[in-house]
């Protein structure tokens, strides 16, 4: 893994001097209608920008701080939910995975499959991911270096899976906190991979907030922008159209507004630099 090769999610090219690849969506599903709702909304914003665009929503947030907090529907009723997103608004769907045993009905459903920060190592769920032929969102963990998570990306290629984008969120940095090293970016292309920056979960403050995930939002917008200049290829956001309602990860958050102008920045940026395809 020594060039940067581009890679291939829903049909589009992404990887260095592509266009900016787009995932967004609300953390988890609140209901049918909330999920509709965000995807016809957040398919006309990338629409108007010009960019390609993979919605992304949860079934299951298995990794919350607090076992009162909510989870979404499960999986069973959330394929379903992310299934008529799919066919009914057009765009393709991104969802996240905890267990082996949930890759395959996945699979059926979405494009792009996720795994979390917290399991990019769970060999097991990696190579089972790739194996699916799906493309695959490789979350890097909070506690692994950006050099080292090419290992974890060696193993969903070795599994036969050449679609790996490895997105940037942060990493711990004392308690309840965590920090960006825009360096990561250049180790992580250096190493072969299409890097993605996830703005959004990289402002969380950890389990800050007795028993709950607090966030930074204002510092979003800052952080996409440092990564557009550092050199990504993919932007993921949570994206909610009431942030501070939203049952999960509303501190981090982005309204629709706040995130046009985000990606309008970030494109702006990517064309300054001759990084975005025409």
Sequence with gaps: MSNTPSIELCGHKVGPGQRLFVIAGPDSIESEEMALRHAHLLKGITARLGVPYAFKCSYDKANRTSGKSFRGPGLKEGLRILDRIR????????????????????????????????????????????????????????????????????????????????????????YN?????????????????????????????????????????????????SAAAAGIDALFTEVHEDPDRALCDGPCSLNPQMFEDVVRDVLSIRRALGHEAS
Excluded at 108 to 126: G, H, K, S
Excluded at 204 to 216: A, C, H, I, R, V
């Design 87 to 174: 066919r009914e608004v057009g765009v393709p769907v991104l969802t996240d995975v905890h267990e082996t045993s949930h890759v395959a009905p996945a699979a059926e459903v979405v494009d792009i499959i996720q795994i979390p920060a917290f399991l990019c190592r769970q060999t097991d769920l990696v190579e089972a991911v790739a194996r699916s032929g799906k493309g695959v969102n490789l979350k890097k963990g909070q506690f692994v270096a950006p050099k080292d998570i090419v290992h974890s990306a060696r193993k969903a290629v070795e599994a036969g899976n050449p679609n790996i984008l490895v997105t940037e969120r942060g990493s711990s940095f004392g």
């Design 177 to 225: 906190n965590l920090v960006v090293d825009m360096r990561g970016f250049a180790q992580m292309r250096e190493a072969g991979l299409v890097v993605c920056m996830d703005a959004t979960h990289a402002v969380q403050l950890p389990s800050s907030s007795d028993g709950k995930t607090g966030g930074e939002r204002r510092f979003v917008s800052l952080l996409a922008r």
